[in-house]
C-alpha cells in the first residue's frame, strides 16, 4: 500500500499554501485571475488585502467605493474566493482607507 496522499488532498494542501502566504502583491494577480464581475468583482476591484489568518482573509475597501457594498456581498466574496483557492475560505470586509494599490487603481494605472 502506497502513503502517498490522494492527488485531490495534494492539491488541496497545495491551495491551502497558497492561500495562506497570499501577499498584497500576489492579492492582484489572483483577483485578474477570479474573472468575477458584477457588485462582488467590484467590491473585490477596490478592496486591499489587510490580512490573511489560515482560511480567514481580511479585506479592506475603499471607502470612496462603500455605496456598492452591503453584508450580503461578504458571504459571496467568501464563495469566489474558496472556488478559486479550492479550499473553505472566510472573507470579511472592512470599508476604511487603502493604503496600497487596489486591483481598480493598478487596473487605472496601467491605462494611462
Same mark, same amino acid.
Given at each position: 500500500?502506497s502513503?502517498?496522499?490522494?492527488?485531490?488532498? $495534494? $492539491?488541496s494542501?497545495?491551495? !491551502?499554501? #497558497?492561500? &495562506?502566504? *497570499?501577499? @498584497?502583491?500576489?492579492?492582484? &494577480?489572483?483577483?485578474?485571475?477570479l474573472?468575477?464581475?458584477?457588485?462582488? +468583482?467590484?467590491? !473585490?476591484?477596490?478592496?486591499?488585502?489587510?490580512s490573511?489568518?489560515?482560511?480567514?482573509? @481580511?479585506?479592506? *475597501?475603499?471607502?470612496?467605493?462603500?455605496? %456598492?457594498?452591503?453584508? #450580503?456581498?461578504?458571504?459571496?466574496?467568501?464563495?469566489?474566493l474558496?472556488?478559486?483557492? +479550492? %479550499?473553505?475560505?472566510?472573507?470579511? =470586509?472592512? =470599508? +476604511?482607507?487603502?493604503s496600497? #494599490?487596489?486591483?481598480?487603481? *493598478?487596473?487605472?494605472? *496601467?491605462?494611462?
Amino acid at each position: 500500500m502506497s502513503s502517498a496522499k490522494p492527488a485531490s488532498d $495534494a $492539491a488541496s494542501s497545495d491551495n !491551502l499554501t #497558497e492561500l &495562506e502566504t *497570499l501577499t @498584497h502583491v500576489r492579492w492582484l &494577480e489572483v483577483y485578474k485571475a477570479l474573472g468575477i464581475g458584477g457588485i462582488v +468583482g467590484n467590491v !473585490l476591484a477596490n478592496s486591499q488585502l489587510e490580512s490573511v489568518n489560515g482560511k480567514a482573509l @481580511h479585506f479592506i *475597501l475603499d471607502k470612496s467605493q462603500s455605496a %456598492v457594498f452591503s453584508e #450580503e456581498i461578504q458571504p459571496k466574496v467568501s464563495q469566489a474566493l474558496a472556488e478559486y483557492f +479550492g %479550499v473553505s475560505v472566510s472573507a470579511t =470586509i472592512q =470599508i +476604511g482607507e487603502v493604503s496600497a #494599490e487596489t486591483p481598480a487603481m *493598478l487596473s487605472q494605472r *496601467l491605462k494611462q
